[in-house]
């Protein structure tokens, strides 16, 4: 999960997961003084299933708590959300490498209901984001983290999320 924003813009959340059949079941992390070791019983895990599943939600979430500031925020639109570039990488230590082969499985726009009903055609009318990808992840050290980018399209970084075991 993570927080982003938009320059002079709205805010918003990313929460997602990844997964795999069977593998993430029953895995523990141990972490030394020199290493992070994945056990699945007494086996060593040390590599990722040959592909993850993806998926993730991003929808509006405050820019302050400040109850003053409440009638001033923007909101995330889908021309918004249209012009925003979406990258995966790799992370071992500091080194980034763009993750290859990913392909997009589903992607929906829902709408979201206000809480007072009554009142919305006095709303802005809010949206949330769900996406879905598959993977590929064969000989990925599970060691390594899964990086998420989000970017504006003048290449400003938008949100970055990382995932690791």
């Known amino acids: 999960m993570t927080d982003g924003s938009l320059p002079s813009g709205p805010c918003f959340r990313i929460a997602g997961r990844a997964t795999a059949p069977e593998f993430f079941e029953n895995l523990k992390r141990t ?9 699945r019983g007494n086996d060593v895990v040390t590599e990722f299933p040959a592909q993850l599943h993806l998926s993730f939600l991003m929808y509006d979430f405050p820019c302050s708590i400040e109850f003053q500031n409440a ?8 021309a918004i959300v ?3 570039r979406l990258s995966f990488y790799w992370k071992h230590g500091m080194t980034l490498r763009p993750a ?12 979201v209901t206000p809480y007072a009903p009554e009142l919305a055609e006095q709303l802005p009318r809010r949206f949330q984001w769900e996406f879905d ?4 992840s064969a000989g990925v ?9 989000l970017r504006t399209p ?4 938008a949100a970055r999320a990382a995932a690791r075991m």
Do not use: C, N, W
Request: charged share 20%.
């Open 100 to 111: 290859k082969g990913i392909v997009p499985k589903h992607f929906e726009t829902r709408p």
């Open 71 to 78: 009638g001033t925020a923007s909101y995330l639109t889908k």
């Open 133 to 136: 990808f598959d993977l590929p």
């Open 31 to 39: 972490d030394t003084d020199t290493a992070s070791l994945i056990h």
């Open 82 to 84: 249209g012009t925003l």
């Open 141 to 149: 050290p599970v060691t390594d983290s899964l990086v998420l980018v």
């Open 154 to 157: 003048d290449g400003r970084i």
